[in-house]
């Protein structure tokens, strides 16, 4: 009996621990691609860096360059690049 409580405390741990944490993570991407426009300043999982041209339910195309457009699977965009904190206070 000890050892069935005690295999139950260790899912329960690897719950908390490990597999809510994920699906937490895996939410808060989802809604980002999600949320991808037209514009947007991206980091692939590749480690290119481009801004959104076009995009449709599976395709991203960034302007990598100048006349330089690559086509990216939407699911392999990794972060959205956030405008550092000094540009937006040189706007103003």
Known sequence: ?????????????????LIRPQQKRQKEVDEMLKALRKGDKVRTTGGIRGEIVDLNETD????IADKVKINVLRSHVATRIDKPAADAKAKS
Do not use: C, D, H, R
């Open 1 to 17: 009996m000890s050892f069935l409580l005690m295999l139950v405390m260790m899912f329960v741990i690897f719950y908390f621990l």
């Open 60 to 63: 991203v195309t960034l302007l």
